[in-house]
């Protein structure tokens, strides 16, 4: 069954603290993996995307990384500010018009 | 750089009123576009696929009766919610593929659907 499980569910730290979130699936075939941030009440809008050969993927203070072997993924961000509390969404596709959406980390950044 | 837009952003809606969404990508033209619904502190989910000049598709267990699907050009689609009712109240959100890149993904703002 094609599944994406992301975790922590929640979380909340500190501005200017580092976190990473994960993502774990078992969608077959891959094809690329995205991450997206999702400000509450707005569509989703892309950080990375990573193909199968790309084990890290940087913007900006987001940086992605994919083990395509134990299909985990992770996002890292670094110098949390307080605009980066949203959703973050890993979403990952098989092929074409085929997308597995995750669940979802609802990200807090706190002053 | 590219745009996918959807209007209303807002609507509220008697119960039994039928309302349309529309979703337009602003600057390039896409064959297919995807509409999903979210819940609230849920993730997206796949509605339907909405193919330019033929019929949608739709995922399972939803009502292709109730959420009607035209895309009659390339750069819109529209989903009309028929006979609405309170458990419709939703965020409906499209997203669009241009036909040059198709594994690049844009996302409309959403669309707030409250059904009173």
């Known amino acids: 069954k094609n599944q994406v499980e992301q975790s922590p569910q929640s979380l909340i730290i500190l501005e200017g603290k580092n976190c990473t979130l994960q993502?774990?699936?078992?969608?077959?075939?891959?094809?690329?993996l995205r991450w997206y941030k999702q400000d509450t009440g707005r569509g989703p809008v892309s950080l990375t995307i990573m193909t199968f050969s790309e084990n890290t993927k940087s913007n900006g203070r987001y940086t992605a990384t994919l083990d395509a072997d134990t299909k985990q993924s992770s996002l890292h961000i670094t110098a949390s500010q307080l605009s980066d509390s949203a959703s973050y969404i890993c979403?990952?596709?098989?092929?074409?018009?085929?997308?597995?959406f995750g669940t979802g980390t609802r990200l807090t950044v706190i002053p | 750089g590219a745009v996918v837009s959807q209007h209303p952003s807002r609507v509220i809606c008697k119960s039994g009123t039928s309302v349309k969404i529309e979703c337009r990508s602003l600057?390039?033209?896409?064959?297919?576009m995807f509409w999903y619904r979210q819940f609230p502190k849920q993730s997206l989910m796949l509605m339907a696929t909405?193919?330019?000049?033929?019929?949608?598709?739709?995922e399972q267990g939803v009502e292709k009766d109730k959420f009607l699907i035209n895309h009659a050009s390339l750069t819109l689609s529209t989903l009309t919610v028929t006979s609405a009712h309170p458990e419709d109240s939703s965020f409906y959100i499209c997203s669009a593929s241009p036909m040059e890149t198709p594994n690049t993904i844009y996302f409309g703002e959403g669309s707030w659907l409250t059904v009173v």
């Open positions: 993502c774990n699936y078992t969608v077959s075939p891959f094809s690329n």
């Open positions: 979403v990952v596709i098989p092929g074409a018009n085929n997308l597995f």
């Open positions: 600057d390039f033209q896409a064959t297919t």
């Open positions: 909405s193919n330019e000049g033929s019929k949608a598709t739709y």
